[in-house]
């Protein structure tokens, strides 16, 4: 068997399977591996909430019995894997990274764990997140149960929320991919501020039966890679109809990348101002550098608007409506008070008091925006924006407080592309696209729904062209 | 610095100008409130016809 080097901490998950198969190293050593890097470095990032040694190591021993006789099941077959923990593991803690659930032991996995499961990958950790994920509006990123979420490529900064655990882990190298969740931002953010690869998938794609509730109709699972195509594997793996998900699509995905149209087909909206004046200064050259690549790649990017609505109030109200219910026996219980965050314990009191009338405005201004975006995506393929304006805010920041501003009259471009986008059901991808401050910084891809095909094919062509999803931190 | 008429006048009004200003709910539960209180007047401004459902259950 070969040492395990570096590399193969970083691999793809294609690069890491045929390792397998070729039996150059077993399922086995390359869980023990990970298991100890986890181990070893989860903690330096508040990466890891809990380690499943016992449980990975017996899986892996199963699936190099399957690789001996050559059973194959897949490209995600004997790969390790992190799940964000508000995603049930039987018989082990899921806290929600709450401390009132700190004890909280289900006894039946997520959907999401079966069905990797069934493929031969190998759960080796539940990992970190904000409280709740964050629902109640938290300001600080020490709102968890395992303290701030710290980005491996430097330290002193937040590695974002509310997915901070799987963002942080695949960007050490700590697993290959991780299972991640977005209500408004937290697959999208986090991926950003710690430079890996990650989709959010369209509403209704991927079960979340078994995974934490905040608001039933916003919540979305989904991975965190190194690249475009390792999402797409994962992804095939993980969507499909389950009767148990009241939003389930009953749609599945098929990874079909030879069916990609071409790319100059492809008609992107964006607006340039995104890239210049609303990002922030040090981010600009890196924006710049990744534009002139996607325009190589073929497509026609075309100035365009965001539509225009309230985003963030009618989000607001939905999730602070959902979230009111979904936590009442919490709030009212008086446990809430032993959440970590103050203001996020406010937000959760205060959003038993959102108005019947307001939240069902809220929804049928909704129907309004998937209205128009439908339009608007009979026009365009896609819609292309920075991840984030900027790179990863100071882990001790308040993330309230106001951080860039562009020049008064600076035209909105997709401002409210993550919450619109959410609310739309719509997907995005997450591609690394540069440095900035020697943090990374993304470009986000948001399609019509179920146009996951479509993005993840920018994706790979974008990333065919550059290099900066395969650079890696120093870590340890 | 010679104190003027004006200056001291200003000085003393400050404090009252002070509390007539509306200061921010210093319970934050109330501020939070106040805060989806907020968003839902911006959502009453919005027109939707008659006919436009709630989008319930949701479907992307």
Same mark, same amino acid.
């Given at each position: 068997?070969?040492?395990?080097?570096?590399?193969?901490?970083?691999?793809?998950? #294609?690069?890491?399977?045929?390792?397998?198969?070729?039996?150059?190293?077993?399922?086995?050593?390359?869980?023990?591996?990970?298991?100890?890097?986890?181990?070893?470095?989860?903690?330096?990032?508040?990466?890891?909430?809990?380690?499943?040694?016992?449980?990975?190591?017996?899986?892996?021993?199963?699936?190099?019995?399957?690789?001996?006789?050559?059973?194959?099941?897949?490209?995600?077959?004997?790969?390790?894997?992190?799940?964000?923990?508000?995603?049930?593991?039987?018989?082990?803690?899921? &806290?929600? *990274?709450?401390?009132?659930?700190?004890?909280?032991?289900?006894?039946?996995?997520?959907?999401?764990?079966?069905?990797?499961?069934?493929?031969?990958?190998?759960?080796?950790?539940?990992?970190?997140?904000?409280?709740?994920?964050?629902?109640? *509006?938290?300001?600080?990123?020490?709102?968890?149960? %395992?303290?701030?979420?710290? /980005?491996?490529?430097?330290?002193?900064?937040?590695?974002?929320?509310?997915?901070?655990?799987?963002?942080?882990?695949?960007? @050490?190298?700590?697993?290959?991919?991780?299972?991640?969740?977005?209500?408004?931002?937290?697959?999208?953010?986090?991926?950003?501020?710690?430079?890996?690869?990650?989709?959010?998938?369209?509403?209704?794609?991927?079960?979340?039966?078994?995974?934490?509730?905040?608001?039933?109709?916003?919540? !979305?699972?989904?991975?965190?890679?190194?690249?475009a195509?390792?999402? *797409?594997?994962?992804?095939? &793996?993980?969507?499909?109809?389950?009767?148990?998900?009241?939003?389930?699509?009953?749609?599945?995905?098929?990874?079909?990348?030879? $069916?990609a149209r071409p790319m100059k087909e492809l008609k992107i909206a964006y607006a340039a101002?995104d890239f %210049?004046?609303?990002?922030?200064?040090?981010?600009?050259?890196?924006f710049?550098?990744a534009l002139e690549a996607v325009k190589a790649s073929g497509v026609q990017l075309v100035e365009a608007k965001l539509?225009?609505?309230? $985003?963030? #109030?009618?989000?607001?109200?939905?999730? /602070? @409506?959902?979230?009111?219910?979904?936590?009442?026996?919490?709030?009212?219980?008086?446990?809430?008070?032993?959440?970590?965050?103050?203001?996020?314990?406010?937000?959760? !009191?205060?959003?038993?008091?959102?108005?019947?009338?307001?939240?069902? !405005?809220?929804?049928?201004?909704?129907?309004?925006?998937?209205?128009?975006f439908?339009?608007f995506f009979s026009e365009y393929d896609a819609i292309l924006t920075p991840g984030?304006?900027?790179?990863?805010?100071?882990? /001790?920041?308040?993330?309230?407080?106001?951080?860039?501003?562009?020049?008064?009259?600076?035209? #909105?471009g997709f401002?409210?592309i993550?919450?619109?986008g959410?609310?739309?059901?719509l997907p995005a991808l997450?591609l690394?696209c540069?440095?900035?401050?020697?943090?990374?910084?993304?470009l986000q891809v948001v399609g019509l729904?179920?146009s996951?095909n479509q993005l993840l094919a920018i994706g790979r062509e974008f990333?065919?062209r &550059?290099?900066?999803?395969?650079?890696?931190?120093?870590?340890? | 610095?010679?104190?003027?008429?004006?200056?001291?006048?200003?000085?003393?009004?400050?404090?009252?100008?002070?509390?007539?200003?509306?200061?921010?709910?210093?319970?934050?539960?109330?501020?939070?409130?106040?805060?989806?209180?907020?968003?839902?007047?911006?959502?009453?401004?919005?027109?939707?016809?008659?006919?436009?459902?709630?989008?319930?259950?949701?479907?992307?």
């Amino acid at each position: 068997m070969a040492a395990i080097g570096d590399d193969l901490f970083f691999a793809t998950i #294609p690069e890491i399977n045929a390792r397998l198969k070729a039996k150059e190293i077993s399922a086995e050593e390359l869980t023990r591996a990970f298991l100890d890097r986890l181990q070893q470095y989860g903690p330096r990032y508040n990466a890891l909430a809990l380690l499943l040694r016992q449980e990975a190591l017996r899986k892996a021993r199963d699936v190099d019995q399957d690789l001996k006789r050559e059973r194959f099941r897949g490209a995600l077959q004997g790969i390790p894997y992190g799940a964000k923990d508000l995603i049930s593991y039987a018989g082990q803690p899921t &806290t929600w *990274g709450a401390k009132p659930y700190a004890a909280q032991v289900f006894d039946y996995n997520a959907t999401v764990i079966d069905k990797l499961d069934d493929v031969g990958s190998i759960i080796t950790a539940k990992l970190s997140m904000v409280e709740l994920a964050g629902g109640g *509006g938290y300001t600080r990123a020490s709102a968890s149960l %395992t303290g701030p979420g710290l /980005n491996p490529w430097d330290r002193t900064r937040w590695s974002g929320g509310s997915s901070s655990g799987p963002a942080a882990a695949v960007a @050490a190298g700590l697993v290959p991919f991780a299972i991640g969740s977005e209500t408004s931002g937290s697959i999208v953010t986090p991926a950003s501020f710690c430079g890996v690869t990650a989709l959010r998938p369209t509403y209704g794609l991927v079960s979340r039966h078994g995974a934490m509730a905040l608001s039933w109709t916003l919540d !979305k699972l989904g991975p965190f890679a190194r690249s475009a195509e390792d999402c *797409g594997l994962i992804l095939q &793996t993980i969507a499909g109809k389950d009767s148990n998900d009241p939003g389930s699509a009953g749609k599945s995905f098929y990874y079909t990348p030879q $069916y990609a149209r071409p790319m100059k087909e492809l008609k992107i909206a964006y607006a340039a101002v995104d890239f %210049t004046d609303r990002a922030e200064p040090p981010a600009r050259a890196a924006f710049a550098t990744a534009l002139e690549a996607v325009k190589a790649s073929g497509v026609q990017l075309v100035e365009a608007k965001l539509p225009v609505f309230p $985003y963030g #109030p009618t989000l607001s109200l939905i999730l /602070n @409506a959902e979230m009111g219910s979904i936590f009442e026996p919490l709030i009212t219980s008086g446990r809430v008070d032993e959440l970590a965050d103050p203001p996020q314990i406010a937000g959760l !009191k205060a959003s038993l008091s959102v108005p019947a009338k307001d939240y069902l !405005k809220a929804m049928r201004v909704r129907r309004l925006i998937q209205r128009e975006f439908a339009r608007f995506f009979s026009e365009y393929d896609a819609i292309l924006t920075p991840g984030r304006p900027g790179p990863a805010v100071a882990a /001790n920041a308040d993330l309230d407080a106001p951080g860039y501003q562009p020049p008064a009259g600076t035209a #909105p471009g997709f401002q409210g592309i993550i919450q619109a986008g959410n609310l739309a059901g719509l997907p995005a991808l997450v591609l690394p696209c540069g440095f900035a401050d020697n943090l990374p910084v993304a470009l986000q891809v948001v399609g019509l729904p179920f146009s996951e095909n479509q993005l993840l094919a920018i994706g790979r062509e974008f990333q065919s062209r &550059t290099d900066w999803h395969r650079r890696r931190p120093k870590v340890g | 610095m010679k104190l003027t008429r004006r200056k001291l006048a200003a000085a003393l009004l400050a404090p009252a100008a002070a509390a007539q200003t509306p200061q921010p709910a210093a319970d934050p539960v109330q501020a939070a409130r106040d805060r989806i209180k907020a968003n839902g007047d911006i959502l009453a401004k919005v027109d939707v016809p008659m006919d436009v459902e709630p989008a319930f259950q949701f479907k992307a």
